[in-house]
Structure formats: structure tokens, C-alpha cells
């Protein structure tokens, strides 16, 4: 055998430390070459994230306006149907009451014509 191949303990030791070492230096960060461009995309993603958030605000005002109109549509609809029914219904009591005071009318014309036949 060679000589070469025989290592003492310290040896074998300080091989270990070595390797572990390395190993270590291997898992080290890196140092981040600074993008120069960073700042200026980051400013672009940061605008185009508020417009996006913007447009969908306006959208959901613009819903929920459009509910609120149609609301109110249908509130004004509904309003108009009920006076259109109330109307109806008072014009049906006029037409009652314009009959029955042509009835009490002629109703005195007979007892006036009756009394007028008996003098």
C-alpha cells in the first residue's frame, strides 16, 4: 500500500471541515445583481394594478346605479298602477253615487207627483 492512502484521524478531520465547508459555501445566497429596471416595472405593474382597480369600481358603481335606477322604475310603475286602480275605484263610486242620486231624484218626483195626485 502507499503512504499517501494512510491519513491519521486530524486528517480525515480536517478533510470533513473542508467538505463541510464547501457544502456550506454552496448553500450561501448569492449576491442579487440589482435589476436597473426593477423600479420602473415595478411602477408600471403598480399603475396598471390601479387602473385595473379603477375600471372595476366604475363597473360596479355603474351596476349597481342601473339596479338602483330600475329600482325606481318599478317603484314609479308600481305607484302608477295603484293611483290608476284608485282612480278607477273613485271614478266606479262617482258613477254609483251620480246613480243613486238619479234614483233619490226620481224617487222624489214620484212621492212630489203622488202628492200632487191626491190634492
Known sequence: ??????????ERLKTAAEAKKALLAK???KAAVSDPQFAERAALREAELERVRQERQATKDAKKLAAAEAEEAARLAE???????LDAKRGERKARKALT???QKEARDRRYAARKARQ
Open 27 to 29: 448553500m450561501k445566497p
Open 1 to 10: 500500500m502507499n503512504q499517501d492512502e494512510r491519513t491519521g484521524f486530524s
Open 101 to 103: 242620486k238619479a234614483e
Open 79 to 85: 305607484e302608477a298602477v295603484a293611483a290608476e286602480a
